[in-house]
């Protein structure tokens, strides 16, 4: 399938500031590299999406849209919404990104936990849907544990199935954008930097986040570290925790970024805790 043609350049620049707009061609020329590399039913998919979308649908809106359909442009996404050179609307649709109406179904949550754990009546868990989030390797779910006095509250994370696979292969057409990139820097005016070198460190950065037992064994030690400041909460683990699955505890309360401080200080005070 030629993404070349599909891909509007011009409509491309006009999300980006007047210093960076002549860099539409290479983040065309790079998003068709990768979307060509998708096996056919994937692509054909985020056509289909695509021709299901309101015909006044904005260029920010469609580019948020096909994201939500590879986790690693959706990571991508997510970073790029802090970045101030960008419109405020396509900054809007990718800030989206952070947390997508779940898509896994609970029966599939279910078939997996099963899997991991067996019976989750046996280890008196029960899950408490609808799902929370959905990030773009994982689904967090609540549930509820039953203890004395009263029952915990816990949620799981996830991951999706067949995840590893899917990002392994985007991860490897994330190398091929950088060697494309590399090929053609004066045809396309960017600096020469080794761009595949740059791709290859994202690529183990986004490896990090299929790797749970890596992430209970820091939350682990988070909590250690933390224990003597009563600021901190770490959320504690529970013992029903797999490679494939992270079970802790439920966290209620506020996005740190939700918080409207009017006092200076206390603004200071949150930016040196964390």
């Known amino acids: 399938m030629n993404w070349s043609v599909l891909l509007d350049e011009a409509a ?7 210093d960076d707009a002549h860099f539409a061609k290479p983040v065309c020329d790079g998003l068709a590299v990768f979307l060509q590399g998708l096996p056919e039913s994937r692509q054909a998919a985020i056509l289909a999406q695509q021709a299901a979308m309101n015909p006044t649908a904005t260029v920010a809106e469609r580019l948020g849209s096909l ?29 989206q990104l952070e947390s997508l109406a779940p898509t896994v179904p609970l029966s599939t949550i279910q078939t997996i936990l099963q899997q991991e754990f067996g019976s989750l009546d046996q280890l008196g868990i ?13 689904v967090v779910v609540p549930f509820t544990k039953q203890s004395d006095p009263k029952p915990l509250q816990g949620v799981f994370k996830i ?29 396309l005016r960017i600096p020469h930097l080794d761009y595949q070198e ?30 003597g400041e009563s600021r901190v ?24 970024t939700d918080h409207q401080f009017t006092d200076q200080v206390d603004k200071y005070r949150l930016a040196e805790l964390i």
């Open 12 to 18: 491309v620049a006009a999300l980006l500031s007047a």
């Open 67 to 95: 994201a939500q359909h590879c986790p690693v442009l959706q990571k991508i996404g997510q970073v790029l919404a802090r970045d101030q050179r960008l419109s405020p609307e396509l900054r809007q649709q990718l800030r």
């Open 126 to 138: 029960t899950l408490t849907p609808p799902a929370l989030a959905e990030a773009s390797v994982a």
């Open 159 to 187: 991951l999706k199935p067949g995840i590893e696979g899917i990002l392994e292969h985007e991860l490897g057409l994330l190398e091929s954008v950088g060697a494309h990139l590399d090929e053609r820097c004066d045809e």
């Open 198 to 227: 740059a791709f290859q460190q994202v690529r183990d950065k986004f490896a990090e986040e299929v790797r749970l037992e890596e992430e209970q064994r820091k939350l682990a030690a988070a909590r250690v570290f933390y224990a």
């Open 233 to 256: 909460h770490i959320p504690a683990l529970f013992d029903c925790c797999s490679s494939r699955v992270t079970a802790m505890e439920r966290i209620w309360g506020d996005k740190v």
